[in-house]
């Protein structure tokens, strides 16, 4: 008997889990913000703003995405978007989700001059 129960109460568990767990399809990514100036050193938290269908926003490990920069020795970014810059010039950080991304284009110039260098 208790084996039994133990089979049931198993069963029973198995089908919460999988009926907890939410498929989600993304229908809006974009990332924020899309373009920005800053000078060299600099620290910026970049974030995004996200749409989809069938998924719960309570929980946050239901959204994943990925970060890339275009060019690692311009900008560099983490896991979660922060970016800092590394050297003069121009890179582009995108954020993706499924088969969605969105880029920010980031102009790193130097502090002396006003001059930006060119896309």
Do not use: H
Request: with cysteine.
């Amino acid at each position: 008997m208790k084996i039994l129960i133990g089979i049931i109460t198993a069963f029973i568990i198995s089908i919460s889990t999988i009926s907890c767990s939410k498929e989600f399809k993304v229908t809006y990514l974009e990332i924020c913000p899309t373009e920005l100036t800053t000078t060299v050193d600099d620290t910026t938290q970049l974030t995004f703003s996200i749409v989809y269908e069938g998924g719960d926003f309570e929980d946050p490990n239901l959204i994943q995405v990925r970060w890339e920069t275009s060019d690692a020795d311009i900008v560099e970014v983490n896991d979660s978007g922060k970016i800092i810059t590394k050297a003069i010039g121009l890179a582009d950080v995108t954020v993706f989700c499924q088969d969605m991304s969105s880029t920010c284009n980031v102009t790193v110039i130097d502090t002396t001059t006003t001059q930006s260098p060119a896309y």
